[in-house]
């Protein structure tokens, strides 16, 4: 390993960022010192400029475009200090999509689909807590905590920890599961005990779940947990309060679902059912 890669390692170590971030950073900047075959240190301000217009031009997605200019950004503003770098690195206007909902009953089609055992249980617990994938991939037997009746997500997003209530017809689950598969410390362990199940078999195992269900909205992991979200708001369940079961920093955030909700939706009046204001007429004197 290089100094200055060691250094811009160290310079995410000491601020806390996450593991994930802390790859996605180096791999951003590896990709520029690859495109140049030059260490990334020498380069001009014209020529990460002129990376990010290359970078532009293969049509990644705009969290993909993002994400490597954060790494950038975060390489020359922090690790190397030249402010007119990042000057020259501005961040792409991701376009603002509402994501896909399946409504209570295509939920219940997709769990119904899931085969019983790991398939079932990973997706009830994703929807019954609304936990993002690592989140769910991380948990351990020991956040389970049924005299509360609450699961402790640990390091969340941002580094947070926090608690949503657990669902009695989840723990019963749980319990299930755990009778067969007693694998100490993850509450879905991976081929090796010592790891979790992987990220891209959560994926795929929902993907081919989602086939079998013959669902017609493109629904993914993180599918369930909008649906989680906006069925809570449905229910009445307030945005203050769902913002600390979804973890989120900002309400701004939270209230995106606010859109998605069939329940506020059908609050608003139908303009063309409203009374019509005739004026009156006016008799000649």
């Known amino acids: 390993m290089t100094a200055l890669r060691q250094r ?21 900047v590896a990709k520029l010192a690859k495109h140049f075959m030059r260490s990334p240190d ?11 217009v290359d970078l532009l031009a293969k049509k990644p997605s705009w969290s993909q475009f993002n ?10 503003g922090t690790t190397l200090a030249r402010a007119g770098v990042v000057e020259m690195l ?13 409504s209570v009953e295509e939920v219940g089609q997709l769990l119904a689909a899931a085969r019983p055992g790991r398939e079932r249980v990973l997706l009830q617990t994703a929807y019954a807590c609304g936990l993002r994938i690592s989140e769910l991939l991380s948990l351990q037997v020991t956040d389970i905590d049924s005299a509360r009746m609450v699961v402790n997500v640990r390091q969340g997003k941002g580094a947070k920890d926090r608690q949503v209530p657990l669902s009695a017809r989840l723990l ?12 100490r410390p993850w509450l879905f362990c991976g081929a090796r005990k010592a790891e979790p199940v992987s990220t891209s078999y959560v994926q795929r195992m929902c993907k081919q779940v989602v086939t079998r269900a013959k669902l017609r909205k493109p629904a993914s992991m993180h599918t369930l947990r909008h649906s989680y979200a906006t069925h809570l708001l449905e229910a009445g369940v307030d945005v203050v309060t769902l913002q600390k079961l979804l973890g989120h920093t900002s309400l701004s955030t939270t209230a995106r679902y606010l859109h998605l909700s069939a329940r506020q939706m059908q609050k608003m009046p139908d303009l063309l059912a409203l009374p019509t204001q005739e004026k009156p007429e006016v008799k000649d004197a």
């Open 67 to 76: 994400q490597v200019v954060a790494g950038l950004r975060f390489f020359f």
């Open 8 to 28: 811009l390692i160290e310079d995410m170590q000491v601020r806390n960022y996450s593991p994930r971030t802390v790859e996605a950073y180096v791999a951003a």
């Open 172 to 183: 019963a689950e749980l319990r299930g599961w755990w009778c067969v598969h007693r694998r």
């Open 42 to 52: 020498q380069l001009t301000a014209e020529e990460v400029r002129a990376f990010q």
């Open 90 to 102: 501005p961040y792409g206007k991701k376009p603002k999509r509402l994501p896909t909902v399946l």
